[in-house]
């Protein structure tokens, strides 16, 4: 007995006396980048060649990658982004919805999908979203189109963003002394000045000007400020005029016109698109086939949507006739392989 306990305490020494780093070795839960090196190698070439295929046939507008949860189609992109992020042919964008929530208290359309059975609420979201709800998962995608990119390659846009903008502050201030300015000596304030030193002729009518130029430059900003508010009403005894700002619609067909504005002044050709198969809705993506569409009659590049999608988010039929190209993705991790792996790294408990 005393034999078998002094031979588990030298086991116990020897795990506490390995080294430091192996002791605190990690393996994260979050998808990889770097399959490209080491023993999985061999299995992402195989899909980075299909991708890049894909990527260059010109025919082909929306790609699937397909494969079960924790297959490792977000590990395959990610490394492929890292590794062509500096390719000159291929612009990336990422879009995901992995920390989207929706609350389907917020909306009293929900009523009856309260009535399900409690447990499948808790696992899986309805598979009919209301109007609102996918008005607000486009809101999400629109959102993360435009703040990918910094304002100043989109000075167009009509969506702007609260920047520190130094140079345009400087200008506001300078216009605004010259309005002061300008003002006295066109309105004939400047009494003080004519009795020490007599004002030139000509003076008063390039004050006009300026304090014409500066008025008007100044009532545009005011203005451009003022219509950011979501809606203004006025109203004159019993007249209403209601000014509401298209800000407030969160439709990607309402905002359409900045999308294409956006592609055409950014570049960007590649959009990989991920999470989005977890709300179990085929509407939404519906809707971005057809904003591909839409995009690629517009831009002179080609631009691709790839989605990462789970296998059973379409039908046979469905899936062929809604993606061009479908790179399926098998999972290096399953059942039969697990235990080598986990004695591969455990082999000193």
Sequence with gaps: MEKIILNHRIKLEKINNSKVENEHQVHSLSPLNNLDQGEEKESY??????????????????????????????????????????????????????????NKDTFSDDKDSNTTDEKNSDMKIEEELTPEQIQLIERSILQQFFYAVPQNKIPLSRFKRITGNALTNKVTALLVIILIISGLVFFDKVDYIEAIYSLPNWLPKLAFWCFLICFILLLYKLLSVSFELSEIKLN??????????????????????????????????????????????????????????????????????LYAIKDDMFTDTERSKFFEYIIPVIPIINPTNAYDLIQKNYEEV
């Excluded at 295929?53 to 949860?69: K, M, P, Q, R, W």
């Excluded at 992109?77 to 879009?95: G, M």
């Excluded at 991920?274 to 057809?290: A, G, S, T």
């Design 45 to 102: 070439e195989k899909y980075e060649n299909r991708l890049i295929s894909a990527l260059n046939e010109e025919s082909v507008f929306n790609i699937a990658v397909t494969g079960i949860y924790g297959s490792g189609k977000s590990s395959i992109l990610n490394t492929f982004k890292k590794k062509y992020k500096e390719n000159s042919q291929w612009d990336f964008l990422d879009i995901s919805l992995s920390s989207f929530q929706i």
């Design 236 to 305: 004159f005894h019993n007249s209403e005029f209601n000014i509401k700002n298209e800000k407030e619609k969160s439709i990607l067909n309402d905002h359409l016109d900045e999308i294409l504005y956006f592609f055409e002044a950014t570049g960007k050709n590649v959009v990989f698109i991920e999470d989005l198969d977890r709300f179990n809705n085929n509407e939404i993506f519906v809707r971005l086939r057809e904003l591909n569409s839409m995009i690629n009659k517009y831009c002179e590049d080609r631009v691709v949507f």
